[in-house]
């Protein structure tokens, strides 16, 4: 006899005899009683085969269903219906409270039948029959729902006049596209939403102005950039934090900018990507790369220390991708990656303070890299097989069981379990989400880390057992799936 049940607002306990004869109860199950007992139960997977309206069930979900993943936390949709499980933190799960870190088995979320799902940086959103519903991370307002929470554990209505057609998420701030044009809700201290001024949050999403030809844009440590439609020039715009110039506008480097305005970019030169993070800004066009911003450890990578650059400089070699943070940039032409910046952690290989000129960076096997994250004064790597290695500033723990300060070669971060797909950072504290559980290593001194341990500082991984008190920050994280 196997007994199996789903967790659900009502309990669903159904006893089969396989390979015996089964109860006439089974045949009368409605299909979406069924989908709750396979995906919400522990069951082994012979319920999958208990008679033909179970298969066919299981075989539906299984072929169409929508899965979203980000930062550990995984999301079905299947004819309408949303069920979470993993990382929990800031409330991902939509559990109801975020004081349990993971969620090991799925929870179905109670939302109009939704139609379309959009997540980045721990928060998520569902466009529903009913409007949009916005939960988890909510730093500076940024979900748009008339509050300042930092956490919302249960899916909460968008204030929207329209619905959304298109969600872009970025860290602390969100535009939501509607027939009524573009708004932005969040962190507004630096004028990045570009609302003709900056100061206080915007809890409640307002309209962009000067967006109606804008197609998409991009967000991050205060700085926003914008692309609009080739009907109306193919500009790229640019407004928010600009004290080192790197929205590369070319205005006065100490003045931010409140109204979106053009990046004075060579003309036919189409901008693809950009990425921008503490004050430094980096504009892919196909392999050239045109760089802006805060440079006072050369992480730009022109091979001069020069304080701040506010016009955009055309890098001498080719560039497929860079990730920037820190005051270290990582650059990749293929599969090979080159590294520049501040060295105060020896994670770079080099004993200089800080690299003006890119060079060499070695992956822990050769060409042999999947992510590379940039967490504080160290550089963390998770290779093809899984493994996450580190090196850098050890002072605080960076999963290594040495207590030497620093660590000059790749070392392999034990303890943890398979599936690690990300590092994230906060002041000294690192965590390591993905697989089964969620994992930490660093400073603990009041208890930031969530941990059954007490000691100030844990230098080797250890499972997080209750909400971490700290708000974590999404590392710089280059993904690569070969050449």
Known sequence: MTSISATTSHSVTCTVDIPGRLPNAVFTLLPST??????????????????????????????HSLVYTSHGTSVSLYNGRLDIVGCNIQGRGAAGDCDCPVLDRPIWVRLPPVLDVWHGFGAWFAQTARGLYGWGDNCEGCLGIASMNDSVTR????????????VQLFDSVTFFYTADGWFAAGWNAEGQLGFESAGENVTTPAPVPGSASVTHFTSSCGSTFAWTSQASGGRLLACGENDNGQLGTGYDETD???????????????VTRIITNWQSTFFIAGDRCFVAGWNLYGQLGLGTSVDHVVHPVELPVPV????????????????TLTVCGNNAGIQLPDTGSKILSPI???????????????????LFCITNDGTVWARGS?????GLPSDVPAVTQWSRVGGLPPGVEYVEYWDGSTFFIGGEALYATGLNDVGQLGVESTDALVRVPVRVVRRPPVHVFRVATMKYDGV
């Not at 931010?256 to 189409?270: F, N």
């Open 34 to 63: 069924i989908l709750t007992i396979l995906t919400h139960s522990l069951a082994k997977q012979d319920i999958f085969f208990a008679c033909r309206k179970f298969y066919t069930v299981h075989r539906e979900y299984m072929a």
């Open 155 to 166: 899916p909460t209505r968008v204030l929207l006049p329209a619905p959304a057609t298109y």
């Open 256 to 270: 931010d900018v409140y109204v979106l305005r053009p990046v004075p970019l060579p003309q036919g030169v189409s």
């Open 320 to 335: 497929d991708d860079v990730i920037s943070g820190f005051g270290v940039s990582v650059f990749r032409r293929g599969n």
């Open 360 to 378: 060499p960076l070695p992956t822990p096997g050769p060409n042999d890299f999947r992510k590379l994250f940039i967490a504080g004064h160290a």
């Open 394 to 398: 050890n002072a605080r723990g960076i």
